[in-house]
């Protein structure tokens, strides 16, 4: 075939779609970038149409890794006839027996954060997913005025109850529950992990609901340079790899001073050296964040962090759409099916 048959090429890849159970996959295919890669060894005055013809390829395969998709979720379901008596329909198979269900594949590398910090020595709670004013901004050092507090980027109920936006609305409860340790000569060292909730519009990127993982450690001599080596130390664990890690300041209103945390992304991934990725905030904890909880700033020093999972699952296996997660897509989930 040759290099310039556009429509050899699309006759072909649409054929692979209709056969595949992983359609998505013909995205990468090879020779989509072969095509676009003829367009910069083509003559100036042929690269338009030629290119047009290249994206028609593109739009063509997309359409129909859509329709095998929701051939493949429809396969083998009969319609249940709602007026008919449960006699009826229950004769069909129309349960899946539990040895044939999988975990969501977000529970399970959920499961994968959380084992990795508590092999580390991190206790591991769940976070809430309705809360107050006070844990999610007060108690945060979040000023009056802050505009995270108005309704255009957080959610609240008509009683004024908070769907929390992160997970660092458990920090203050987790701070006041291990003062007692820390005054008797030990040390805080918890993660809180769960679904947040932000008024976002929906795209490849962004979801109105995800989850988080926040971590907080509070000791004596609590220092940046151990934060980061916790933090360099979960990743690696995580990727299975070394990663060269970096920071920039940011501002947090609960963290002083402030942090942007960013991996070079995996090579076992394709990432290249200088393709940096921003993973999560953290920072060391804001003295009147520890004040907030009866925490004496000028005897202990801590840290915290909080990230994303789904942009680390993401990242670790080449998922292009945050959407897909929320979808209820089978041709994705089998994808993790073990």
Known sequence: MSTYDVEGVKQSL???????????????????RELYGVIATLPNEERGAFGKQVNGVKV?????IEARENELESADVQPIDITAPWDVNSTQPRLLPTEQGTQHPLTKEL??????????????IESRQIDDDHHMFGALNFPEDHPAR??????????????????STMQHRILKEGKAKLEAGGQIAAISYGRVFRNEDVDATHEHTFYQCEGVFVSKDATLGQMLGTLRSFFETYY??????KTQPAYF????????FAIEKPAAIGGKPGEWLEMLGCGMIHPNVLKEAGIDPTHYRGFAWGGGIERLVMLKYGIEDLRHFESAKLAFLRKFAS
């Not at 108005?150 to 997970?167: L, S």
């Open 14 to 32: 649409l054929e692979r779609v209709a056969s595949s159970d992983t359609p998505r996959d013909v995205l990468k295919a090879p020779e989509i």
């Open 60 to 64: 063509a395969i997309e359409a129909a």
């Open 111 to 124: 499961e994968e954060v959380a084992d990795i910090f508590t092999r580390m020595g991190f206790e591991a």
């Open 150 to 167: 108005d309704g255009y980027d957080t959610f609240r109920t008509e009683e004024g109850f908070i769907p929390p936006a992160h997970t």
């Open 240 to 245: 299975g790899q070394a990663l060269r890690v």
């Open 253 to 260: 209103p609960f963290v002083e001073p402030g942090l942007e």
